[in-house]
């Protein structure tokens, strides 16, 4: 691993106003906002990464705050992480290397998409709505999704440059050896995968179906999910005040609006 979490705390994020209304109240239209942290990384320099992605990197390795562009949203929280790397590495995305971002309220599933599967073959993606069993009268994704929507990626008799490659698998653009999941395609044409992400959902166990359809619109068995358990993102506060203070405890009392 090339990044370091350890050594890192106190990270905190400031919204950087634009300038002061004729009112004085806060005018932040870019939605600019500044990291700060202690570390103990005296050699390295640090990257910032919003929601599992790449925001910026220091300059300096003393430089502990870094101006960010953060995604606007007033429905979910924003997940910052600052990391520590070698200078040579500074410019690099680790993102890979990240705990995988929340799913937010969503459900992703990954399709493996064979070359087994014929040219027309389509998914319908169906779940049990919290309670009961899955209902397979109603997908989920408003029309089939395709699996080959270009033909250039389906390997097979007459889909690429014929008499290239071995008798009865011409592969022009379809997913080679080591490219994909291997072991879960042919030998010499590893299968790989198409993603689906639902809706947002609220707060529940699921179970989830799909089945394939060929292009005369036969069905194949479903395979089904295990329950997934869903849980919503907090949605951010939009106003935090200060109500009470208590001198004997030094405690303060905040109230909080998503208002």
């Known amino acids: 691993m090339s990044i370091c979490r350890e050594g890192i705390e106190n990270v905190r994020v400031f919204s950087l106003p634009d300038g002061i209304?004729?009112?004085?109240?806060?005018?932040?239209?870019?939605?600019?906002?500044?990291?700060?942290?202690?570390?103990?990384?005296?050699?390295?320099?640090?990257?910032?990464?919003?929601?599992?992605?790449f925001a910026g990197v220091t300059i300096d390795n003393r430089q502990r705050r870094l101006v960010v562009q953060p995604p606007t949203s007033f429905e979910s929280a924003l997940r910052v992480e600052v990391v520590a790397v070698e200078p040579k590495d500074a410019h690099v995305d680790h993102a890979d290397e990240l705990d995988p971002p929340p799913a937010g309220g969503r459900v992703r599933l990954s399709l493996l998409r064979s070359q087994t599967l014929p040219i027309g073959a389509r998914v319908n993606v169906y779940f049990d709505n919290g309670a009961g069993p899955i209902d397979y009268g109603h997908p989920l994704n408003a029309t089939p999704i395709a699996i080959w929507p270009c033909p250039q990626d389906k390997a097979g008799f007459g889909m690429a440059e014929f008499g290239a490659s071995d008798f009865g698998y011409d592969s022009a653009a379809s997913v080679g050896f080591g490219k994909g999941s291997f072991g879960?395609?042919?030998?010499?044409?590893?299968?790989?995968?198409?993603?689906?992400?639902?809706?947002?959902?609220?707060?529940?166990?699921?179970?989830?179906?799909?089945?394939?359809?060929?292009?005369?619109?036969?069905?194949?068995?479903?395979?089904?999910?295990?329950?997934?358990?869903?849980?919503?993102?907090?949605?951010?506060?939009?106003?935090?005040?200060?109500?009470?203070?208590?001198?004997?405890?030094?405690?303060?009392?905040?109230?909080v609006s998503d208002q």
Do not use: C, M
Not at 21 to 26: E, K
Not at 35 to 51: D, F, G, I, P
Not at 220 to 229: F, G, R
């Open 184 to 255: 879960s395609g042919q030998f010499g044409l590893d299968a790989d995968t198409i993603e689906w992400i639902s809706s947002l959902l609220p707060l529940g166990r699921y179970r989830f179906g799909v089945k394939v359809l060929d292009a005369s619109g036969n069905e194949s068995i479903a395979t089904e999910t295990d329950p997934i358990a869903v849980v919503p993102p907090a949605k951010p506060a939009a106003a935090l005040r200060i109500t009470a203070f208590d001198p004997q405890t030094n405690q303060l009392t905040l109230s």
């Open 21 to 53: 209304a004729a009112d004085g109240g806060h005018a932040g239209i870019s939605g600019a906002a500044l990291v700060t942290w202690r570390s103990s990384h005296a050699e390295k320099l640090h990257q910032v990464y919003l929601n599992g992605r």
